[in-house]
């Protein structure tokens, strides 16, 4: 064989054994060989690059091998074995029926099937791509593939089986080709480069097998190309000059600018791959592998064997899947999948995945109605967003703190009693932010290195705190007044569906440690649910952290015309709470 040969072709599998992969077609068909048993017509389905073809000869090789044939070890160097090799057996017909497809082309082979083996024992029929013969074609052949002359095989070989018409598939014994893993392809690639005397080191291996989509031919034919480009030699680098692919620093390296939310960070790195030369869609798919990797290595809690060969550096992947979150891991995968679409659509390719990134890396910039869904259920959780980079503002500072149900009603009862809130209990300052203390304390100095003015600090920590009035009792209408933090304060610590149960509620009647708890008429079915001790037990609750007292809650009924009162500072409080959050949230401006 010429030199010149490509290397799928010179390193095509010669025998059952040489095949790796398919495991359920070779130990059928060696079976079918060893017991007598051959079909007289089968259908290989599969992807391209998956060993349909190499199938197929080898199984003409061991049916007509000159030297104890049928054999599952066909000898290779026999006239037969060297013929069907090469493509030029009598015996071993090959046809394309992408351009043989007519119905004079199956009447030719059907007469040439009459014909009994030349030279060989069995006569062998290959049709590559046998989905692109017409209708009347199959039908011409259908009676031939039913009832073949003795010692004839017709193997059908397709990409497209669903095209293939049931009545030629019912005729036929179906195979399956699975693509290969990419531990499969490396070891391909590993045997060939070996016998080639190739010097590739195993991460360019790698690169190989991740770019060839499981294919056998297109990762040999890559490797081919490589030795043409560098000799060989074969590094790295010169892998991805020549796939346009991306390595794994800069695929790392995106991801880690979407967790840190980092906007300026992604368009930085289509940036460099842009002047790379790469292709955008390219990188896209790439890091669409590399986020798959960090998708299943988080669920899993380890990197999967699959992964093992193309994982460079396993701990950083392991660091990277625990860092980011799987919301902000399944959005990065749906934009990045939905940017691939646009650009087979003919989109722009490089706009498309700036696009996805930066939706991906800050949601808050999609103007769709899911990334404004996505901030009104931030806005609504009381979640602040981080500062915009190219803005450089700063949030208003919420209202609302982090700290517990109770911390909130104690604030509410300090300003009812007209006392000041305590300040919340915070962690020992660091120097840092001591040091930031002081010097907010004395304003910035003028230009001339004068000490600015000085403003007034809070007592410091060794004065005594001023003695706090006590607050005022509660009486049934001041009780009436703060009644919707009541129901507030219920909703945070209990849920939205048992404060639903008292909408429409007053205080009726309050003394001797008990409140009495008045419902509309027409709200028997509320009043039914809030009879269950949990309820009752909840409410006492909540009434306890708005008032600082213990009540004993009873129900009764709301005189006709009494309706529930709100607190007008309370609801004003509110409004501007709410206002401010959604001018930071959404950079509005209040117009007046």
């Not at 160097?77 to 069907?84: F, I, P």
């Not at 625990?322 to 490089?350: F, H, M, Q, V, Y």
């Not at 840092?432 to 230009?447: I, L, R």
């Not at 440690?513 to 008045?518: A, D, E, Q």
């Amino acid at each position: 064989m010429s030199e010149s040969t490509s290397l799928y072709r010179r390193h095509r599998p010669h025998s059952f054994d040489q095949v790796v992969g398919q495991q359920h077609v070779v130990r059928t068909l060696s079976n079918a060989i060893t017991q007598d048993k051959v079909h007289h017509a089968y259908l290989f389905v599969g992807s391209r690059g998956t060993g349909k073809t190499s199938m197929a000869k080898i199984l003409a090789a061991s049916l007509n091998c000159e030297n104890g044939g049928p054999t599952l070890t066909p000898c290779g160097v026999c006239e037969s074995c060297r013929s069907v090799a090469a493509g030029n057996s009598v015996d071993v017909i090959e046809m394309d029926a992408a351009s043989n497809r007519s119905v004079d082309d199956i009447r030719e082979l059907r007469d040439r099937v009459a014909f009994a083996p030349t030279a060989g024992r069995w006569k062998v029929y290959i049709l590559d791509e046998a989905h692109m013969l017409t209708k009347e074609a199959w039908n011409a052949f259908l009676k031939t593939l039913e009832e073949p002359p003795p010692n004839t095989v017709f193997i059908l070989a397709t990409t497209e089986a669903h095209k293939v018409m049931p009545t030629i598939a019912d005729r036929c014994q179906r195979f399956d080709f699975q693509r290969p893993s990419i531990e499969q392809l490396s070891e391909v690639l590993t045997r060939v480069s070996a016998t080639e005397q190739i010097s590739i080191d195993a991460p360019a291996i790698s690169m190989i097998s991740r770019s060839a989509s499981g294919s056998f031919r297109d990762a040999l034919g890559t490797l081919d190309q490589l030795v043409s480009y560098s000799g060989n030699e074969v590094s790295l680098d010169d892998v991805l000059e020549v796939l346009g692919a991306a390595d794994a620093d800069l695929l790392f390296g995106v991801v880690d600018k979407v967790i840190a939310a980092d906007p300026a960070g992604v368009l930085t790195a289509v940036e460099q791959v842009a002047r790379s030369g790469r292709d955008p869609a390219r990188f896209a798919r790439d890091l669409l592998g590399h986020l798959r990797v960090l998708l299943v290595t988080r669920t899993t809690g380890q990197i999967p064997e699959a992964f093992a060969v193309t994982a460079a550096d396993p701990e950083r992947l392991v660091r990277q899947a625990k860092e980011i979150g799987p919301a902000n891991l399944i959005r990065t995968i749906d934009e990045l999948s939905a940017a691939l679409g646009l650009i087979r659509d003919g989109d722009e390719a490089r706009l498309a995945v700036e696009v996805a990134l930066l939706k991906a890396a800050r949601p808050d910039f999609d103007p769709s109605s899911e990334g404004l869904a996505r901030r009104l259920e931030r806005l609504e959780s009381g979640v602040q967003p981080a500062a915009s980079p190219d803005l450089g503002a700063t949030p208003p500072p919420s209202s609302g703190g982090a700290g517990s149900v109770g911390d909130a009603g104690g604030r509410i009862r300090s300003a009812l009693a007209g006392v000041p809130p305590a300040p919340p209990t915070a962690p020992a300052a660091t120097a840092e932010s001591e040091q930031h203390q002081a010097s907010a304390a004395v304003g910035d100095g003028g230009p001339d290195g004068t000490p600015g003015e000085v403003r007034p600090a809070g007592p410091p920590s060794s004065a005594a705190p001023a003695e706090a009035p006590a607050p005022e009792p509660f009486d049934l209408p001041r009780l009436e007044q703060v009644w919707p933090a009541v129901l507030d304060s219920l909703a945070a610590a209990a849920s939205g569906m048992v404060a639903s149960y008292f909408e429409g509620t007053l205080p009726a009647a309050m003394g001797d440690s008990k409140i009495t708890v008045g419902f509309p008429a027409d709200a028997a079915f509320n009043r039914r649910n809030a009879e269950r001790p949990e309820c009752r037990q909840q409410l006492a609750e909540a009434i306890g952290t708005v008032t600082g007292e213990r009540f004993q809650v009873e129900y009764g009924s709301l005189e006709s015309g009494q309706q529930p009162a709100t607190d007008p500072e309370s609801e004003v409080m509110k409004e501007e709470d709410f206002v401010a959050r959604v001018k930071s949230e959404f950079n509005a401006e209040e117009v007046i």
